[in-house]
């Protein structure tokens, strides 16, 4: 990362300009202090406590080196469409059926293996600023950088960055547009299970779930839904807790006749640019199996997100801990 000091900028020190301006971690700065060439001026070493003059240019080697990388990430040439891309974020829109990252029995046919043969000629690491369950399609955000890394994981425990998801119901809600805030818990003996958790069980984390109706159908119902919090499996347990699980989500009770995935896909998503601090928003339109249950329009759907993600962060500006 390469930057021209200016008279704002001037006369602070290098640490108080990345501590204070840039929100560098303590951890990142030490990093920088102890590798070569980690902060220069004008090509220059210097310590953190040089005073920055108007004119420098000050370079810092935030970049991903070839001793970063994971010696296990096969780059896998995948169908991955990209979103968004640039030096510092690339979000995807993931498939239905695809993991996020290797595990076993998943070596080379995830997202990180895509992304590590699409950067390929880099060191690469994979960092995913938000997962999805193999079986969600829709936005996934990766950073490209530790730097860009830290930043979005920032924004994301600060609540700014925003999610709506498309989910496809058996059975309609009992209101219209509402609230689920139900506590959720892993179910003893299950890495992957969750349930509802009862008042002040053991390891219960709050979740809170708004959602909204779009369409109901005869056998299934169309909602938005936007995850105020981001507990394992929150969606999946909230929906079936009320008595309308997911389609296809056999897990939790959902019908499958119609779908082989849990209906679930990650449509918008919106957050500060971990580098310029700009909104970006991003729409993924629902794929092929989800658009045969849905009886919205690409167009119609389209529109409705863009109104509802309006309605959601005024929802979340004056309804986050109601």
Same mark, same amino acid.
């Given at each position: 990362?390469?930057? !021209?000091?200016?008279?704002?900028?001037?006369?602070?020190?290098?640490?108080?300009?990345?501590?204070? #301006?840039?929100?560098?971690?303590?951890?990142?700065?030490?990093?920088?202090?102890?590798?070569?060439?980690?902060?220069?001026?004008?090509?220059?070493?210097?310590?953190?406590?040089?005073?920055?003059?108007?004119?420098?240019?000050? !370079?810092?080697?935030?970049?991903?080196?070839?001793? #970063?990388?994971?010696?296990?990430?096969?780059?896998?040439?995948?169908?991955?469409?990209?979103?968004?891309?640039?030096?510092?974020?690339?979000?995807?829109?993931?498939?239905?059926?695809?993991? =996020?990252?290797?595990?076993?029995?998943?070596?080379?046919?995830?997202? =990180?293996?895509?992304?590590?043969?699409?950067?390929?000629?880099?060191?690469?690491?994979?960092?995913?600023?938000?997962?999805?369950?193999?079986?969600?399609?829709?936005?996934?955000?990766?950073?490209?950088?530790?730097?860009?890394?830290?930043?979005?994981?920032?924004?994301?425990?600060?609540?700014?960055?925003?999610?709506?998801?498309?989910?496809?119901?058996?059975?309609?809600?009992?209101?219209?547009?509402?609230?689920?805030?139900?506590?959720?818990?892993?179910?003893?003996?299950?890495?992957?299970?969750?349930?509802?958790?009862?008042?002040?069980?053991?390891?219960?984390?709050?979740?809170?779930?708004?959602?909204?109706?779009?369409?109901?159908?005869?056998?299934?119902?169309?909602?938005?839904?936007?995850?105020?919090?981001?507990?394992? @499996? !929150?969606?999946?347990? @909230?929906?079936? =807790?009320?008595?309308?699980?997911? =389609?296809?989500?056999?897990?939790?009770?959902?019908?499958?006749?119609?779908?082989?995935? @849990?209906?679930? @896909?990650?449509?918008?998503?919106?957050?500060?640019?971990?580098?310029?601090?700009?909104?970006?928003?991003?729409?993924?339109?629902?794929?092929?199996?989800?658009?045969?249950?849905?009886?919205?329009?690409?167009?119609?759907?389209?529109?409705?997100? !863009?109104?509802?993600?309006?309605?959601?962060?005024?929802?979340?500006?004056?309804?986050?801990?109601?």
């Amino acid at each position: 990362m390469t930057i !021209q000091i200016d008279k704002t900028i001037a006369g602070k020190t290098i640490r108080e300009y990345l501590r204070e #301006d840039l929100g560098y971690s303590v951890g990142m700065l030490k990093r920088l202090k102890f590798m070569e060439g980690g902060i220069t001026i004008n090509g220059a070493f210097v310590t953190v406590r040089y005073v920055l003059q108007e004119g420098d240019l000050l !370079q810092l080697s935030t970049e991903d080196r070839e001793e #970063d990388t994971c010696p296990y990430m096969i780059p896998v040439d995948l169908p991955v469409p990209i979103v968004y891309e640039d030096a510092y974020l690339t979000a995807v829109d993931k498939p239905p059926a695809m993991p =996020a990252h290797p595990s076993s029995g998943h070596r080379l046919d995830t997202v =990180a293996n895509a992304l590590a043969f699409r950067y390929a000629d880099t060191p690469f690491v994979f960092r995913p600023v938000n997962r999805l369950d193999r079986d969600t399609s829709g936005l996934m955000l990766t950073s490209r950088s530790r730097l860009a890394a830290f930043k979005m994981y920032q924004h994301m425990t600060t609540g700014k960055i925003r999610k709506l998801y498309i989910a496809i119901l058996c059975g309609t809600p009992k209101e219209t547009a509402g609230k689920i805030r139900l506590p959720v818990c892993r179910v003893p003996g299950s890495v992957i299970l969750r349930r509802v958790a009862a008042p002040g069980e053991a390891g219960a984390k709050d979740a809170c779930t708004l959602y909204r109706v779009l369409s109901v159908g005869e056998k299934y119902t169309v909602v938005i839904a936007a995850p105020l919090t981001g507990r394992t @499996h !929150q969606l999946r347990v @909230h929906f079936s =807790a009320v008595g309308c699980p997911i =389609a296809g989500d056999t897990m939790y009770g959902g019908e499958a006749a119609d779908i082989g995935r @849990h209906a679930l @896909h990650a449509v918008y998503l919106s957050f500060p640019h971990p580098q310029s601090g700009n909104l970006i928003s991003l729409y993924a339109p629902l794929p092929a199996d989800m658009a045969a249950l849905c009886p919205l329009s690409e167009a119609a759907l389209k529109e409705t997100v !863009q109104t509802e993600a309006l309605r959601y962060f005024a929802d979340i500006r004056t309804d986050d801990d109601t």
